[in-house]
């Protein structure tokens, strides 16, 4: 019978805590990062397009909406029988707050430049924290395991798939009135090339960390 939940690969408690900090840290960061990508008032991703179009028609914050479409997300993966990570619950749960928390910090702002900034500095943040949690290999969020469970069952491209998800709640969300604008032409081709170049530095940072553990227990067990 295959199993709900993955299981946690671990070198030890040690790795094990680093790799939970290191996922609470890019999920946090992530949460800001939409803040400011919302703040700048320029477009969001499709997505936040969606949550933001839910939050104007029901009495719960970005936030909360966020929480709610993940979870309906999550729904989604009992038939394409995807397995849940810690990773996919603490996203699930935490990412909304987080950006909740950086709305309540960030002011609004009216300059053109100000708005850019937020823009190109929120999608940077993002796509650091993406590869920063990510390379914990905890488990996906809700919206990539469904995207990755969809391309196992239909068996089509990877570009098909999300593609076909992201227009369909881009569409929904801008029917709800959620904001559609430059920045969200812009975050659906820049942010993918910007999580290409900080992905691999921590996937190499993660291996680095791995081999010196491995070195640790095996010079540990030749000791003894």
Known sequence: MRRLFLPIDSLGPADTAARIGQLLGGLVLYGLSLAMLIRADLGVGPWDVFSLGIANHLPMSYGTATVVVSGIVLLLWIPLRQRVGIGTLLNTLLVGPAADVGLWLLPEVDALWQQILLLAGGMVLLAFATGFYIAAHLGPGPRDGLMTGLVRITGWR?????????????????????????????FAFGIGPLIG????????????????????RLAASTAR
Not at 161 to 167: F, K, M, Q, Y
Not at 197 to 216: D, M, Y
Request: glycine residues 12%; hydrophobic residues 55%; aromatic residues 8%.
């Open 197 to 216: 170049l900080f992905l691999p530095l921590f996937e190499r940072r993660r291996t680095r960390r791995a081999s010196r553990l491995r070195a640790a």
């Open 158 to 186: 990877v570009w098909i798939v999300r593609t076909l998800i992201e227009g369909t709640v881009l569409l929904i969300g801008w029917l709800l009135g959620g904001p559609v604008g430059v920045g969200t032409v812009v």
